[in-house]
């Protein structure tokens, strides 16, 4: 093996009474890693890091750093450091002695100690606010601090529970880098949970796409992008036009126009993925999956265009476009007929989901 | 600069509300409060001759009350702060496991022991006495589990006995404010300092005592300052020879119908309590302090 894992989980598993949180989990992540965690409010990924970090004892499976089983270890004894989603700030305590708290119990020097608490706020820019009680801070303030009180420990196994949800377009582009850099600098393993798709996508080099206490989908983004296992998991992630179809014979056929889309495997009902930005549009109905324009959206530098077209079966079903607003058709406006075509490899076929 | 007429009449128009309806708990709190208050103030420093009250100003009261009275002050005082202190710190304990520990038992539990609170304070007194007396039913368990041949004398009557029905009484008051602030406490917090690398003792000196340190305060103010203020206590399950300094005021204003002393006498324990409580103010926003 090239990189053993640094962070293994066995089995892990969560009960609530006889709601299961956590179904049993299996991953495997490496020391260098920076690994996302997606999925739907409600589907474990807080209870499955306060099960790392220890603060939520599993029902059952194991959890190892570094071969190590901590599983029965308290939070105080484990390597790891954890951004909460709530934030859990020191309320009584001021910005900077919140930050300095982990190094005090480390009876670091205190020149050190300032030193490195300075140098932490000046990256989550809050130097300003070091001695304002961290009570009386902004949401996105608050966060802040609870990132700098986290990664000042350089844990190997660092938690962030969603850690920039709180913050603005600006200071989470400016937070991407810092993390980023944070990473490349101390190393170990990152784990974020997210519900920016765009965010997991600029972070992270592995992501875990989670539904119902369950992983549905573990690989590198672009893999998970590209190649969706499922309906739920190309939803999730990204745009993605699911076009119910029937696979027929091996082949499958969308609708009026398009061609037909080679599937080997049995007869069964599919779903066809198209991403909206693998689909061009090309005016009147020629050859092409043949449409009319329901509507067009400006989106800044690019438009989304809402189409109507007819399954094989005849019932309606919408399909959307983003194109660059130079390639679109001259005269598409609202019911406009247009052909919809795109590359020969880009549909994907998927089970039929929900 | 001035401001426009419309808001300054806005502004006298909400004034005149709050004043209002201040009046009513004002005009209670002057007239049953501090106006007897300060007429007893007055007459601590006025002499008592045979049958009567005569207006004078002198310290002579309050020399008998620190001279004659002065060991049970400091005894009074003692109890107080024992009793304050083991209540706070029990209905602290009690508070924390009701919030963290016991789940969804713990409200149950809560329910149950402010319930007592609805068995008046003699009530609680006599069942003290029935369980610690000679035919009591610790005798008895005592003596049935065959640990001693005679009744244990050394139960009730005593400054024990006096500690333990106090403690029971007022446990319930001071978890109130106790589980108030507990309740109001952010789990997270607590996960945040163990994450941080603190151990589950330091995780409570550090965070979660300075953060209810308030709460602490009161509770143990109330059970210091009603422990020491006592006279019904000791009188039924303490011995004659610890009564406490609540005893002695009580004879003053009945018995020896000598109402400048006993005034004196509540006006000095007044003051050493406020002078303890004081103190223990500092010393706790000193000891329990963000660092
Ligand atoms: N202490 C608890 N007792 C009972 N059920 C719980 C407890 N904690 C979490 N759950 C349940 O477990 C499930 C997963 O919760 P979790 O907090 O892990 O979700 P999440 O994926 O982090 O959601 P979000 O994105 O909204 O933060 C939820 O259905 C939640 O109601
Ligand atoms: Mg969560």
Known sequence: MAAASLLELRGLTRRYGTMTAVQPIDLAIRENDFFAILGPSGCGKTTLLRMIGGFVQPSDGYVLIGGRDVTRLPPDKRPTGMVFQNYGLFSHMTVRQNVAYGLRLRRRPRAEIGAEVERMLDLVHLSPYADRPAKDLSGGQKQRVALARALILKPKVLLLDEPLAALDLQLRKAMHQELLAIHEAIGGTFILVSHDQTEVMTLANRVAVMSGGRVAQEGSPTEIYDRPADPFVARFIGDANLLPARRTGGVILLGDGAPPIPSPGADAAVDVMLRPEALRLVAGHGSGLRAYIEQVVFQGSHVRVHCLAKQAGGAEMRVTATLGRDVLPAGSGQGAAVSITWAEGAPLVLPAGA | ?291
């Open chain 2, 1 to 291: 600069m001035r401001m426009p007429d419309a808001e300054r009449a806005q502004l006298r128009r909400e004034g005149l509300k709050t004043a209002l309806l201040m009046a009513p708990a004002v005009i209670v709190f002057i007239g049953l409060f501090v106006a007897p208050l300060a007429w007893f103030f007055v007459q601590s420093f006025w002499r008592n001759a045979t049958f009567r009250v005569v207006p004078d100003f002198q310290f002579g009261n309050y020399a008998t009350a620190f001279r004659d009275y002065g060991g049970v002050l400091l005894r009074t005082l003692g109890t107080g702060l024992e009793v304050g202190g083991i209540t706070t710190v029990l209905a602290f304990f009690f508070a924390y496991a009701v919030r963290f520990a016991l789940g969804r038992a713990g409200p149950l539990i809560l329910v149950i022991a402010l319930t007592t609170l609805f068995g008046g304070y003699v009530v609680k007194v006599y069942a003290w006495r029935s369980l610690l007396g000679l035919d009591g039913i610790l005798n008895g368990a005592l003596m049935a589990a065959g640990l001693t041949d005679a009744p244990v004398e050394a139960l009730l009557f005593n400054a024990g006995a006096v500690t333990v029905t106090l403690t029971h009484y007022l446990l319930p008051l001071a978890i109130l404010p106790l589980y108030g602030a507990l309740a109001d406490m952010d789990e997270t917090v607590i996960a945040a300092a163990r994450d941080s690398g603190a151990s589950a003792p330091r995780t409570m000196f550090d965070i979660v005592l300075p953060q209810i340190r308030p709460a602490l305060i009161a509770s143990f103010a109330m059970s210091f300052l009603l422990a020491a203020g006592d006279y019904v206590t000791p009188a039924l399950v303490g011995s004659p020879g610890n009564a406490m300094y609540g005893n002695f005021i009580q004879s003053q204003f009945g018995l020896r119908m000598n109402t400048p002393l006993g005034a004196a006498m509540s006006f000095s324990l007044l003051g050493c309590c406020l002078l303890i409580l004081a103190t223990v103010w500092l010393v706790m926003r000193r000891v329990l302090r963000a660092r």
